[in-house]
């Protein structure tokens, strides 16, 4: 599980390279539609502060925004 401030790395489509990652609350649009999971923990780029992961832990809430 992973918490508000944690580290990690993942590969970041923007810079194209693989980042070290913060954990951080952010509203998250769904590609392709016109739907936001608000407050959703996801990993985001140190380098360009894009969003870069979702864990999958922030299942339920997409699930839930994506159902209303």
């Known amino acids: ?3 508000m401030g944690q580290k990690s790395k993942a590969i970041c489509e ?3 390279k ?3 990652t913060t954990f951080k609350y ?3 649009k769904i590609k392709d ?8 923990l996801v990993g985001v780029c140190d380098t360009c502060d894009e969003t870069v992961s979702i864990p999958s832990t922030a ?3 997409i699930k839930e925004a994506l159902n209303k």
Not at 33 to 40: A, C, E, Q, S, T
């Open 26 to 28: 952010r509203d998250v």
């Open 33 to 40: 539609k016109d739907i936001v999971v608000p407050h959703l």
């Open 14 to 16: 923007c810079c194209e």
């Open 59 to 61: 299942t339920p809430q």
């Open 18 to 20: 693989i980042v070290t």
């Open 1 to 3: 599980m992973f918490h």
